[in-house]
T-cell receptor, first 112, second 112 residues
Framework: GQQLNQSPQSMFIQEGEDVSMNCTSS?????WLWYKQDPGEGPVLLIA?????ELTSNGRLTAQFGITRKDSFLNISASIPSDVGIYFC????????????FGGGTRLMVKP | KAGVTQTPRYLIKTRGQQVTLSCSPI?????VSWYQQTPGQGLQFLFE???????NKGNFPGRFSGRQFSNSRSEMNVSTLELGDSALYLC???????????FGPGTRLTVT
């Protein structure tokens, strides 16, 4: 199935470091969502973005909706061990129905 | 509010059998979407139900089907199971006001 291009695929960082990951698409999305998934659990919604250029924060997380509506990035500042998990971006086109298209995920590992 | 619930959490079936998975959305949410998650293909959209009607369908064979009841609870059915159907099946309910999808914990299906 179609996926968004998410990078990097994995990151292994030191506790306290900042993290950046992004998603790109060849087509436009009207909404970008960022999720975190822990092993054996469903994805948990972190941030939702609705307007091109929008910058939204949720605690140590900051996400931006690209101006072209074809990309988005997520930053995590001052990473902590509980940030470990897989982060997914998802795009929604805003047409009838609510199908999300997902990126391949970024696996984040944090070394204490 | 209680979150999205899915039952059962784990299931082991043999090839050729059929399986039914259940999802109860967040109270007040009328849209339920189903996704399949595998290591190779990532998160892929199966179908969406709204007010007991299938509104969107992904690119999966007819062995995959679903339905929604008047209380918004949804079930998905997979008939004639194949080894490749082994996956985490996720259900998501939609906050229509904000366009945000919230996922349940998933049902881990193993086909032997």
């Amino acid at each position: 199935g179609q996926q968004l291009n998410q990078s990097p695929q994995s990151m292994f960082i030191q506790e306290g470091e900042d993290v950046s990951m992004n998603c790109t698409s060849s087509s436009i999305f009207n909404t970008w969502l960022w999720y975190k998934q822990d092993p054996g659990e469903g994805p948990v919604l972190l941030i939702a973005l609705y307007k091109a250029g929008e910058l939204t924060s949720n605690g140590r997380l900051t996400a931006q909706f690209g101006i072209t509506r074809k990309d988005s990035f997520l930053n995590i500042s001052a990473s902590i061990p509980s940030d470990v998990g897989i982060y997914f971006c998802a795009g929604h086109r805003g047409n009838a129905g609510n199908m999300l298209t997902f990126g391949g995920g970024t696996r984040l590992m944090v070394k204490p | 509010k209680a979150g999205v619930t899915q039952t059962p959490r784990y299931l082991i079936k043999t090839r050729g059998q059929q399986v039914t998975l259940s999802c109860s959305p967040i109270s007040g949410h009328r849209s339920v979407s189903w996704y399949q998650q595998t290591p190779g293909q990532g998160l892929q959209f199966l179908f969406e139900y709204f007010s007991e009607t299938q509104r969107n369908k992904g690119n999966f064979p007819g062995r995959f089907s679903g339905r929604q009841f008047s209380n918004s609870r949804s079930e998905m059915n997979v008939s004639t199971l194949e080894l490749g159907d082994s996956a985490l099946y996720l259900c998501a309910s939609l906050n229509a006001d904000r366009g945000e999808q919230y996922f349940g914990p998933g049902t881990r299906l193993t086909v032997t």
